[in-house]
């Protein structure tokens, strides 16, 4: 289960450096594939989100091509089958595949073919994945109307809902309110990154002026909670935003390894996420960038486990958040939480 996955944030590195001279790229630090893979996740690893955003540059630059995003699409469907995910939502801002001229519509429409012949490919290999796509707008562009558009006029073919990304500060989500506003008239499904860099008033404009369904990252929602005696969950206090997400069941989509690297977090052992699930926050669990923090969904798990000794009965709690937080309708999402997630891991409970 997975529900925030950025697209050009999880190619594999030998992929990185073979699009790279196939389109005449000339701008990667290295194409050495060994070289290259731990470049992304120093660069990364700087602490800064602005930086942390400079990888992309690359990612982005090699991914201008339908052949590319296809061939990323379908590779990203049969890494998350292996690993062991059945559900995936995995975003892409279609505005930043156009330099080399394609259309926003080819864009959509060669990772959708690119998730069709992936999940084709993960079902031979004996590997059931069912695969969304977010349409994602950039929070300084001013492109989000026309992809909150595209995201309702392909809601039938694979696109499952909206997103904004990008640097938080300067850039609140009220200067896209067009866009979430025609979601909602739609009766779509949107879901905006805030509180990663960002404080509350971020997470308050995403939820109260613009409606998100969920948040992405919403770490900084911690700032609103003072916690009981010896730093936990017993005695601890909400103040009305942390309450309202709570009472509201607002998914909270966290990536340990990545909230790290930003710098959102100091350690994985300090993540609020310990916290929030002790509070019962709608908390899930996920990869964000695969490439740049050089991770997976069972590494995140991983390393939850160590830093909070969870046990397969947490990691259960968090894979059912995510998948009653999913867009797609709510009989499919039932589906699959009872006839794939409940067995798997009452399979794993008792082979333990
Ligand atoms: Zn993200």
């Not at 630059?61 to 699409?73: F, H, M, S, W, Y």
Request: proline residues 4%.
């Amino acid at each position: 289960m997975l529900l925030h996955d950025h697209l050009d944030g999880g190619l594999r590195p030998a992929t990185v450096a073979e699009l790279a001279s196939e389109h005449g790229y000339k701008d990667l630090p290295t194409e050495d594939v060994g070289a290259l893979k731990s470049w992304f996740r120093d660069a990364a690893d700087s602490g800064s989100l602005v930086r942390y955003l400079d990888t992309f540059t690359h990612t982005v630059g090699v991914l201008q091509t339908p052949d590319a995003l296809a061939r990323v699409a379908s590779e990203c469907v049969e890494d998350l089958a292996a690993d062991g995910v059945v559900y995936a939502e995995v975003r892409f801002a279609p505005e930043l595949h156009v330099e080399r001229g394609l259309a926003l519509t080819e864009v959509i429409e060669a990772v959708l073919a690119g998730f069709a012949d992936g999940t084709a490919r993960a079902a031979a290999a004996g590997r059931q994945i069912r695969m969304g796509a977010l349409l994602t707008a950039m929070r300084h562009a001013a492109r989000s109307l026309e992809i909150a558009q595209l995201a309702i006029a392909y809601r039938d073919s694979g696109v499952v809902g909206f997103d904004i990304a990008g640097a938080e500060a300067g850039f609140p989500p009220t200067r896209h309110l067009d866009a979430f506003q025609h979601i909602q008239r739609e009766n779509g499904h949107f879901t905006i990154h805030a509180g990663e860099a960002f404080g509350l008033p971020s997470i308050w404009e995403a939820l109260q002026w613009c409606g998100a369904d969920r948040l992405g990252h919403g770490v900084r929602i911690v700032d609103d909670i003072t916690p009981g005696a010896a730093g936990g969950a017993s005695g601890a206090r909400l103040g009305r935003l942390a309450a309202y997400v709570r009472d509201k069941r607002i998914p909270l989509e966290m990536a340990p390894s990545s909230n790290l690297q930003t710098g959102a977090v100091a350690s994985i052992a300090e993540h609020p996420i310990g916290l929030l699930r002790e509070l019962y926050f709608r908390v899930t669990v996920n990869t964000d960038n695969r490439l740049m923090s050089d991770t997976s969904m069972t590494r995140e798990m991983a390393l939850l486990v160590d830093a909070f000794h969870y046990g397969w009965r947490d990691l259960q709690w968090f894979t059912v958040n995510a998948m009653k937080s999913a867009f797609i309708p709510f009989d499919e999402r039932l589906a699959i939480i009872n006839d794939v997630i409940k067995p798997g891991y009452a399979k794993l409970m008792s082979d333990a």
